[in-house]
């Protein structure tokens, strides 16, 4: 019995161990099957590890953080624009119902501050200009127009674009800034007086420069913008910024430019008469002819103003006070219309001392009522001379068109036809 026992626990011993095995060989074919094809899968589809994933996911998390940071700088800036011109609103108007309004009416103001005599003769017009117009439009119609892009930040660029013959406005502010600010100079203890009494803090002086400063704060603000809109990838808006930005470069210049104009000084003609200014710069000229065929004529830097209608020349002379801006004193001109052009070619940065190698270019008056006159003429860099000769050919052509239309319009009319064809 005891053997039959042992022999049944034998057998069931080893029934077990044979299922163990068997279990096992599956167990372990399952997981090589698996690996193979794990093994196969990784071939054709690469395998996305947590840390690659995470490494994309942060980076457009980094993106969308740089578009938020931008948008807040931007919103930023648009605050920035309009608070300054509401600041800028402010300051004209002191001017305009401060100091305009008492000197129209002193005793309607109840001012008992006597006007200069000088100021009398319609000067005091010229101390102001056309600032009332800027003051009455800006508080009108622009400051109300800026704030509406606190909410529409992408119509700022359109503003400007709309508003750019408006602008122009400052070039003829700053056309008569000179001889503002002379007049201001010469009745400084008027305009003193009429400070305390306005109760102003700023000088009249300090506040007419408003303007200028105005639209070259313009030009930064919209510089801002820009940035700002392109990092946040703003893409639709960026074209109107753009064109924004150029208003507001051609402004500004276009006004600097009006106001070296208006210090030029002893120019008999009218210079408003003289067309657009289409470039004014630095030329070191040598006047002829001389009286004395032997003798060479000086060489003298002057400031040339090239307009439409004229070329004028003029010597700088600065003022002893430090930081003022020159003045230009009228030394000769030419009527365009009645002048000619000699390009000379050569090296620019030549040392010779022969006019006709150095680069220089000449131009003459061919005016029969007036005496003989000629300037050689050097510009000081390549690039420089390569503008005036290009200005110069431009305008001079532009004449001989006009003059042939005149003389012949129906023949010019036709080789103008032929042409555009």
Partial sequence: MFSFLCFCCFIFMSESLIVLQEQHTTTAAAAAAAAASSSSASITTPTIFPAEKMSGESRLKNEDVECEEALHKREYVMRELVETERDYVRDL????????????????????????????????????????????????????????????????????????????MYVVYCQNKPVSEYLVSDHNDYFEEMRQFLGHKLQLSDILIKPVQRIMKYQLLLRDMFKYTER??????????????????????????MMDVGRLQGFDGKITAQGKLLLHGMLTCAEGPSCNPNRVPPHRDLHVFLFEQS???SEEMR???????????????????KMTLDERHGSSSSNSSDDSSDGSFIIKSTDPKRPPLWFVCHAHSPESRSEWLQNLRQIL????????AIQSPIAYQKEQTKEAS
């Fill in 93 to 168: 108007s002191l001017v305009v119902e401060g100091y305009m309004t008492v000197m129209r009416d002193p005793e309607a103001a109840g001012c008992d501050i006597p006007m200069p005599d000088d100021l009398r003769s319609g000067k005091d017009k010229m101390i102001f200009g056309n600032i009332e117009l800027i003051y009455e439009w800006h508080r009108d119609i622009f400051l109300a127009a800026v704030e509406r892009c606190l909410t529409r930040p992408h119509e700022l660029g359109k503003l400007f674009k709309k508003y750019e013959r408006k602008l122009l």
């Fill in 232 to 257: 946040a990838k703003l893409a639709d808006e960026m074209e109107a910024l753009r064109q924004a930005m150029h208003v507001m470069q051609v402004v500004p210049k276009a006004a600097n430019d």
């Fill in 311 to 313: 070329i004028i020349l």
């Fill in 319 to 337: 003022k002893k006070a430090q930081f003022s801006s020159p003045v230009y004193v009228y030394k000769a001109h030419i009527q365009v219309n």
């Fill in 397 to 404: 052509q532009t004449q001989q068109d006009f003059l042939k």
